[in-house]
């Protein structure tokens, strides 16, 4: 059975370009492609969860087409746009032309002035890309029902040009930070994953990976105190970016070990704080307790 | 061959299983969770784990209990009886079906024929205090009424934002769209207006023993409350903070009743407002925006340190819209809010109202609707 090997070698191309995925990822993301569903990822802020994406389009080597949600994005942000300038001037050039008006309409209303945004983007390409649609929460409900029609139908229909069909299925990715409720409909139609906080052996790795220059001693310490640092009673926990930030920050400071510099560990904290509440929680005493704790 | 088909229908019969478990699961999962089989390979349980994990679960809560059924149903001799795939569950979910149409459409009718009775029985209802409401039957009406009331309110706050017609400033995009079909004259011009949205709440509401008179009803407004603006979380909060919003969006009163028990270990009991706050600092703090509504119903009677409420308040201020304290206490006659915590927590609120009775909840329309 070549199945299992499939999933080892998925996670062993994600690990080529830098991204430390459990193996149970790796299994649901090579069922992504197979069942042809949307993955949805909810998981703490920074806890890689667009990574994914950018991960997935590097390992299939195909485009990524990044939707990012606000509140009150609508279609023309989203689907397309007809651009207008564009065709004012096509009318004012088509005025001295000799063209019947049918045929000026059928002109100005054709693809060559459709501004296609990232959702037509991505099922119009060649190839299948990825398409990462990033915290989704934070969008209104309406778009999220319209994005669901478009996720089953894989079809947009442009009322002056008619349905366009989709040419590749997208390997969709969907992103959420519970800022709220997403609907039940949508939550059943994609595949699920939660993603959570690295272990201590993991967030090595990715320290490992993605700092080459950082030492045995120095990684071990500084996961250590990240890892402590998240169990702790903060605002805002660090994510995994504030950790390699924060690796990266020591790393210029040439700090070998954290016990032996204080100063700099107390400079460079304010890559893993991000509240003045938390900044102020961290007091020297404390943090020199961590870190005699780290080390 | 035939063994193929028994785990096939090993398969269906899990499908089924976490459908009857609370999973989100339809017709369409079933003939996935065979092509997920084949894919991970039966024979490895950790694979077919968390294929059927990723397939099946559909938030955090299901991703959570997911092992647990799981190897429930496939490590022979550990089905135990909270997981029995054909017993009660199914039964007992379809007469809880027939009683959701039946009951409620009763329930309905009752509500819509006491309404034609006359309006004075229903007049001096809305008058009387939550707390001489004695007996059942004029307790349940005062519930359906509140929860009618926060229906009306919602209706109320999308009239506002439909008469929003004209704006103040040209929409310039929109307006080049609209000239296109006179050759590039802007004759028609497209306004841009602020779209009123409505407001999203957040209710927390007391339960605690001297609130007990009151919660039930205050249990029914904010369920009316969460079905009629979908953007709404209700959390209870005694000595500690139970996010109850699922709870209470079940469609059948007395499923609904049954699941609050469920969750409400301890209810009853004292208050500490400002550890239920910082609770909510915390762990919610995600669900809040700057058009964010923060509603507390409780009578101040709090046993923590009188400061914290204070403090915590102060900081949810910062970030919400509007804050409204509900007190019933204030309907009655020579109460002076005194108890430390609620004159701490004054200043930090907006609106400081009586909710005694169902007329002083309707006098909360206009605070609804002004955000």
Same mark, same amino acid.
């Given at each position: 059975?070549?199945?299992?090997?499939?999933?080892?070698?998925?996670?062993?191309?994600?690990?080529?370009?830098?991204?430390?995925?459990?193996?149970?990822?790796?299994?649901?993301?090579?069922?992504?492609?197979?069942?042809?569903?949307?993955?949805?990822?909810?998981?703490?802020?920074?806890?890689?969860?667009?990574?994914?994406?950018?991960?997935?389009?590097? !390992?299939?080597?195909?485009?990524?087409?990044?939707?990012?949600?606000?509140?009150?994005?609508?279609?023309?942000?989203?689907?397309?746009?007809?651009?207008?300038?564009?065709?004012?001037?096509?009318?004012?050039?088509?005025?001295?032309?000799?063209?019947?008006?049918?045929?000026?309409?059928?002109?100005?209303?054709?693809?060559?002035?459709?501004?296609?945004?990232?959702?037509?983007?991505?099922?119009?390409?060649?190839?299948?890309?990825?398409?990462?649609?990033?915290?989704?929460?934070?969008?209104?409900?309406?778009?999220?029902?319209?994005?669901?029609? !478009?996720?089953?139908?894989?079809?947009?229909?442009?009322?002056?040009?008619?349905?366009?069909?989709?040419?590749?299925?997208?390997? !969709?990715?969907?992103?959420?930070?519970?800022?709220?409720?997403?609907?039940?409909?949508?939550?059943?139609?994609?595949?699920?994953?939660? !993603?959570?906080?690295?272990?201590?052996?993991?967030?090595?790795?990715?320290?490992?990976?993605?700092?080459?220059?950082?030492?045995?001693?120095?990684?071990?310490?500084?996961?250590?105190?990240?890892?402590?640092?998240?169990?702790?009673?903060?605002?805002?926990?660090?994510?995994?970016?504030?950790?390699?930030?924060?690796?990266?920050?020591?790393?210029?400071?040439?700090?070998?070990?954290?016990?032996?510099?204080?100063?700099?560990?107390?400079?460079?904290?304010?890559?893993?704080?991000?509240?003045?509440?938390?900044?102020?929680?961290?007091?020297?005493?404390?943090?020199?307790?961590?870190?005699?704790?780290?080390? | 061959?035939?063994?193929?088909?028994?785990?096939?229908?090993?398969?269906? *019969? /899990?499908?089924?299983?976490?459908?009857?478990?609370?999973?989100?699961?339809?017709?369409?999962?079933?003939?996935?969770?065979?092509?997920?089989?084949?894919?991970?390979?039966?024979?490895?349980?950790?694979?077919?784990?968390?294929?059927?994990?990723?397939?099946?679960?559909?938030?955090?809560?299901?991703? *959570?209990?997911?092992? *647990?059924? /799981?190897?429930?149903?496939?490590?022979?001799?550990?089905?135990?009886? +909270?997981?029995?795939?054909?017993?009660? =569950?199914?039964?007992?979910?379809?007469?809880?079906?027939?009683?959701?149409?039946?009951?409620?459409?009763?329930?309905?009718?009752?509500?819509?024929?006491?309404?034609?009775?006359?309006?004075?029985?229903?007049?001096?209802?809305?008058?009387?205090?939550?707390?001489?409401?004695?007996?059942?039957?004029?307790?349940?009406?005062?519930?359906?009424?509140?929860?009618?009331?926060?229906?009306?309110?919602?209706?109320?706050?999308?009239?506002?934002?439909?008469?929003?017609?004209?704006? +103040?400033?040209?929409?310039?995009?929109?307006?080049?769209?609209?000239?296109?079909?006179?050759?590039?004259?802007?004759?028609?011009?497209?306004?841009?207006?602020?779209?009123?949205?409505?407001?999203?709440?957040?209710?927390?509401?007391?339960?605690?023993?001297?609130?007990?008179?009151?919660?039930?009803? /205050?249990?029914?407004?904010?369920?009316?409350?969460?079905?009629?603006?979908?953007?709404?979380?209700?959390?209870?909060?005694?000595?500690?903070?139970?996010?109850?919003?699922?709870?209470?969006?079940?469609?059948?009163?007395?499923?609904?009743?049954?699941?609050?028990?469920?969750?409400?270990?301890?209810?009853?009991?004292?208050?500490?407002?400002?550890?239920?706050?910082?609770?909510?600092?915390?762990?919610?703090?995600?669900?809040?925006?700057?058009?964010?509504?923060?509603?507390?119903?409780?009578?101040?009677?709090?046993?923590?340190? =009188?400061?914290?409420?204070?403090?915590?308040?102060?900081?949810?201020?910062?970030?919400?819209?509007?804050?409204?304290?509900?007190?019933?206490?204030?309907?009655?006659?020579?109460?002076? =809010?005194?108890?430390?915590?609620?004159?701490?927590?004054?200043?930090?609120?907006?609106? /400081?109202?009586?909710?005694?009775?169902?007329?002083?909840?309707?006098?909360?329309?206009?605070?609804?609707?002004?955000?």
């Amino acid at each position: 059975m070549s199945n299992e090997h499939d999933i080892i070698e998925f996670q062993q191309q994600m690990m080529q370009v830098g991204y430390v995925a459990e193996r149970s990822l790796a299994a649901t993301l090579v069922l992504l492609t197979e069942l042809q569903r949307p993955l949805l990822l909810e998981g703490d802020a920074g806890v890689g969860k667009t990574e994914v994406g950018r991960v997935l389009s590097k !390992v299939f080597d195909c485009p990524l087409i990044r939707l990012q949600c606000y509140e009150g994005l609508d279609v023309n942000a989203a689907v397309y746009e007809w651009n207008y300038q564009h065709q004012l001037l096509a009318i004012k050039l088509l005025e001295q032309s000799r063209l019947s008006p049918e045929s000026a309409e059928h002109q100005i209303f054709s693809e060559a002035y459709l501004l296609k945004r990232p959702l037509l983007q991505a099922i119009t390409q060649a190839k299948p890309p990825v398409l990462l649609i990033d915290e989704i929460d934070r969008a209104d409900e309406e778009f999220e029902a319209y994005l669901l029609e !478009v996720l089953s139908d894989f079809q947009i229909s442009v009322p002056e040009l008619g349905t366009i069909e989709a040419t590749s299925r997208p390997y !969709v990715i969907l992103t959420s930070n519970a800022t709220r409720e997403l609907s039940d409909a949508l939550r059943r139609r994609c595949l699920y994953y939660y !993603v959570e906080y690295p272990e201590f052996d993991k967030e090595l790795r990715i320290v490992n990976a993605r700092l080459s220059g950082i030492g045995q001693q120095l990684a071990r310490q500084v996961v250590a105190f990240v890892q402590a640092l998240r169990r702790g009673d903060l605002r805002k926990k660090p994510g995994i970016a504030e950790t390699l930030d924060w690796a990266a920050a020591l790393l210029r400071l040439k700090v070998d070990s954290l016990d032996e510099n204080p100063e700099a560990v107390m400079d460079s904290l304010v890559c893993l704080l991000m509240t003045r509440e938390d900044s102020e929680a961290m007091t020297e005493a404390t943090v020199e307790r961590m870190v005699a704790r780290a080390v | 061959m035939s063994e193929c088909a028994g785990i096939q229908t090993r398969l269906v *019969e /899990f499908v089924r299983l976490a459908r009857e478990n609370g999973f989100r699961v339809g017709v369409k999962e079933n003939i996935d969770a065979q092509r997920v089989a084949h894919r991970c390979g039966i024979t490895d349980p950790q694979r077919l784990h968390w294929g059927l994990r990723s397939l099946l679960c559909s938030d955090q809560n299901d991703w *959570e209990r997911f092992s *647990e059924l /799981f190897g429930a149903y496939w490590r022979p001799g550990k089905l135990q009886a +909270r997981y029995q795939p054909m017993a009660g =569950p199914p039964a007992a979910r379809q007469a809880g079906g027939k009683g959701v149409g039946g009951g409620e459409g009763m329930a309905d009718d009752a509500g819509h024929s006491g309404t034609r009775k006359g309006a004075s029985a229903m007049q001096s209802l809305a008058e009387t205090d939550f707390r001489f409401l004695a007996d059942a039957g004029s307790m349940r009406t005062a519930e359906r009424l509140a929860e009618r009331l926060a229906r009306r309110m919602r209706r109320r706050v999308q009239r506002r934002q439909r008469l929003q017609r004209h704006g +103040r400033r040209i929409h310039l995009r929109r307006t080049v769209r609209n000239s296109l079909r006179y050759g590039g004259t802007p004759l028609q011009l497209a306004y841009r207006q602020r779209i009123r949205r409505q407001p999203r709440l957040i209710l927390m509401i007391d339960v605690s023993r001297s609130m007990s008179l009151y919660s039930y009803v /205050f249990l029914r407004f904010s369920r009316g409350i969460i079905n009629a603006l979908r953007d709404a979380d209700a959390f209870a909060c005694h000595t500690a903070l139970v996010h109850i919003t699922d709870a209470l969006r079940q469609p059948d009163v007395t499923r609904m009743r049954e699941s609050l028990a469920l969750i409400s270990q301890g209810w009853s009991g004292g208050t500490r407002l400002g550890e239920a706050l910082q609770r909510f600092a915390r762990d919610y703090s995600a669900r809040i925006n700057s058009r964010t509504l923060f509603i507390i119903v409780s009578d101040g009677l709090d046993t923590g340190e =009188p400061e914290l409420p204070a403090q915590q308040l102060a900081g949810i201020r910062r970030r919400y819209r509007k804050i409204v304290w509900l007190n019933p206490l204030l309907g009655r006659e020579g109460y002076e =809010p005194k108890t430390g915590a609620m004159l701490a927590a004054l200043p930090h609120s907006d609106v /400081f109202a009586p909710a005694h009775t169902l007329q002083s909840l309707l006098a909360l329309k206009p605070v609804l609707t002004s955000v």
